[in-house]
Each structure stands twice: as C-alpha cells, then as structure tokens.
C-alpha cells in the first residue's frame, strides 16, 4: 500500500515514535524508507559544502544510525540521509523525487519536551509546512504505535463539511475498504447545544453528504457531537479504540498549498492516542485495488 515512505528526524531522538511507526510501515508493505535530517541554516551549520568539507554531514548520519540502529536492523535497505538546507524544502523535493505516497513526522520540535504544556494548538512549523504542500498524506506520530495486522482495524474521519474534508472522507473509505476496517465519520458542532434531536440532524446530513460515497463499507457510523471539535475528536478516538484519525489538513483555504494546518489538527495530532494523518487533497492508494472519489472500486495495475 505505502511503496516509499519518507520519515522526518533530528539527531536528538524525540521523533523516535515516529520512526518506531514508519519502520512498523516498511516491514509491513515492503516499502522503501527514508530516515532524512535536514540541518537548517538555523544551526549555523552553513551551506552544505561545508557541511561535507567539515565532515558533519557523516557524523551525523552515522549518529542517527546508531540512534535508531535496533529499528533499522528490522529494514536493512532504509536510507538515512543528512542533507543542509530548510528543513520543510528539502523533506518536500525528496519526497517529490521518489513519488512518495506517506510522509511519517513527529508533531513538534527538540523543544516539545519541555513546552508539552504549552503546546495545544501549536505545532512546529516544519510540519506545517510539509503538511501543507505535500503530495501525499502526511501522518503525524507522537507516541508509541502497536504494530496491528491488519494495520489498521478502526478507522475515525473527522468533517467539518467542507469541500476540503470531502478529501479526508474519501480517503478514510478506500482505507476502510482495502483493510476491510470500521469507518467512522463524525462531526462536532459548535454552534448549538447538545442534544438527541441536534445529533441526530447531524447524523441525517452525514449520511446524506457522504452515505453514498461510502458504500459497500460493512462498518460504517456517523456520529454528531457538540462542544470543542478537538476534544470531541479525541474523546471519539478513545472510545472507538480508533488506532487512525484522518482529517482534512485545513478547512477554509481555496488553495491547500496556501492553507495553514487547522488548529484542531494540530490540537488532535499531539494528544491523540494513535496515529493523525493530515489529507490536503484528493489521494489514491498505491495499490492493486483502487477507489474513485464516488466509492466504486476499479482494478488497476499496482504502481511500482
């Protein structure tokens, strides 16, 4: 399903959650791995010739090897490459060039560990960035994954009916249907108060927006929630067991490039109990069984 897969880190570790999954990924489907560390100019580390000259660019390859040496040995062929620049460029042109189809980042800097308090509704703007513009789904990993087979069982997609989590939703269904997961697609109101009448209408227009894009799912639920959307989302998860939320990379902005990750997102990703992906457009899965944006299935030549 994931064919190339590419996998942000820093020499300091505190992505090592994020590894744990993508190496979790690889050894799953076969995939190709790429560990990559861009040293941004931040570090005053300057251009990448000095990089190489100083013999840096080694050292900290043959860190971050060592770092994640017991996960690799399950991937021998991953590749770890230490390249200068700005961070989100870089992570963005190389999985341009190997046509990647996840992207796998932790949600925050060196600094998360001492700012976690302060982190709700922030997150590092590297990840901004890669989310934004990205060709493919980027999903964020904050915490230890366990490795399911099938990988995925209970499946939560997040919408705020918007044209862009029409993506999200998408997505979630040819992800329930090729790993034959539970589907649930909720949304939260904050407009009105709480009740079995008000849940119910937003029920009604889940299946009326989506029901039929979503056929054939054996497992399929809509739910309607009022209060603050991140916290009913993460609420959700917990009680579904969900072990994936998708959700639509922002809401409002015409252009995804142009969007900024929406605030509950980042609200979800650094709380969530499992993985968040973040969709910023329409997607298909890389594999022999395809979906169109209606639902309906069509045989294809798996790309290689």
């Given at each position: 399903m994931f064919k190339d897969?590419?996998?942000g880190?820093t020499p300091?570790g505190?992505?090592?959650?994020?590894v744990?999954?993508?190496?979790?990924f690889?050894?799953?489907?076969?995939?190709n791995?790429?560990?990559v560390h861009?040293a941004?100019m931040?570090?005053g580390?300057?251009?990448?010739e000095t990089?190489?000259?100083?013999?840096?660019?080694?050292r900290l390859?043959a860190r971050?090897?060592?770092m994640?040496?017991?996960?690799?040995?399950?991937?021998?062929?991953?590749s770890?490459?230490?390249?200068?620049g700005?961070?989100?460029?870089?992570?963005?042109?190389?999985a341009?060039k190997?046509?990647t189809?996840?992207?796998?980042?932790g949600?925050h800097?060196k600094?998360y560990?001492?700012?976690?308090?302060?982190m709700?509704g922030m997150a590092g703007s590297?990840?901004e960035?890669?989310s934004?513009k990205?060709?493919?789904?980027v999903?964020?990993?904050h915490q230890?994954?366990?490795c399911?087979?099938p990988?995925?069982?209970?499946?939560?997609?997040?919408?705020?009916?918007?044209?862009q989590?029409?993506?999200?939703v998408?997505?979630?269904?040819q992800?329930a249907?090729?790993y034959k997961?539970?589907l649930?697609?909720?949304?939260?109101?904050?407009t009105a108060?709480?009740?079995?009448?008000g849940?119910a209408q937003?029920?009604?227009?889940?299946?009326?927006e989506y029901?039929?894009r979503l056929?054939?799912i054996e497992?399929?639920?809509f739910m309607g929630?009022f209060?603050r959307?991140?916290?009913?989302i993460l609420n959700?998860?917990k009680?579904?067991g969900?072990?994936?939320?998708?959700?639509?990379?922002h809401?409002?902005?015409d252009d995804?490039?142009?969007a900024?990750?929406?605030s509950t997102?980042?609200?979800?990703?650094?709380?969530?109990p499992c993985?968040?992906m973040?969709?910023?457009?329409?997607?298909?899965?890389r594999?022999g069984l395809?979906y169109?944006?209606t639902?309906?299935?069509?045989q294809?030549?798996?790309t290689?």
């Open positions: 897969i590419i996998v880190v300091t505190v992505d090592a959650c994020a744990e999954a993508a190496v979790n690889a050894k799953k489907f076969e995939s791995l790429y560990l861009v941004g931040e570090q580390w300057g251009s990448i990089l190489d000259a100083s013999g840096e660019t080694a390859e971050i090897r060592e994640y040496a017991p996960l690799l040995a399950a991937v021998p062929s991953a770890v490459q230490v390249v200068a700005i961070p989100h460029n870089e992570l963005l042109r190389l341009r190997k046509d189809d996840l992207v796998v980042m949600p800097t600094e560990e001492e700012k976690r308090a302060q709700w590297t990840l960035r890669v934004q990205a060709r493919c789904p999903m964020i990993v230890a994954v366990e399911k087979d990988a995925f069982c209970s499946i939560l997609v997040a919408t705020d009916f918007s044209e989590s029409e993506c999200a998408s997505y979630g269904g992800m249907r090729q997961a539970g649930t697609v909720m949304n939260v109101s904050e108060t709480d009740s079995p009448d849940r937003i029920e009604e227009r889940l299946r009326k029901g039929d056929q054939g497992k399929c639920g929630r209060g959307p991140a916290m009913e959700m998860a009680q579904l969900s072990d994936l939320i998708i959700m639509a990379h809401s409002k902005a995804p490039e142009e900024f990750l929406g997102v980042v609200q979800v990703s650094v709380n969530a993985p968040t973040s969709v910023n457009r329409h997607f298909d899965l594999c395809m169109d944006q639902g309906q299935a069509v294809v030549s798996a290689v």
